[in-house]
Nanobody, 125 residues
């Protein structure tokens, strides 16, 4: 089965930047969408950004627009999330996920089949 491993998390000050990476192994050619999701303590997991891996079409949550960029390396399938102007409310565990076929909602975590273990992002003065 496809495997996803996130990296790049850490602690940054408000206004700072981080780039998360998601290394992909055993890539499944039926994967049409990949995405980044996050979960803060006591909150539900939510979609941050997703990408149609065939056409590059991107989807971003309102909280991510103008600040976060999702991209994928077509050669090795590594998924990235560039985050700028980070805020304390961005503090969460960030997960990479993949989906076979078309989702009805690209930012709905319930639609995704394969998950990484997550990487922690903390935004604090």
């Amino acid at each position: 089965q496809m495997e996803l491993v996130e990296s790049g998390g850490g602690t940054v000050q408000p206004g700072g930047s981080l780039t998360l990476s998601c290394a992909v192994s055993k890539y499944d050619e039926t994967t049409y969408y990949m995405g980044w999701f996050r979960q803060a303590p006591g909150k539900e997991r939510e979609g941050v950004a997703a990408i149609d891996t065939r056409w590059g079409l991107q989807f971003r949550a309102d909280s991510a627009k103008l600040r976060f960029t999702i991209s994928q390396n077509s050669a090795d399938r590594t998924l990235y999330l560039q985050m700028t102007s980070l805020k304390p409310e961005d503090t969460a565990t960030y997960y990479c996920a993949a989906k076979s076929g078309h989702p009805s909602d690209a930012l709905n975590p319930g639609e995704y089949d394969v998950w990484g273990r997550g990487t922690q992002v903390t935004v604090s003065p």
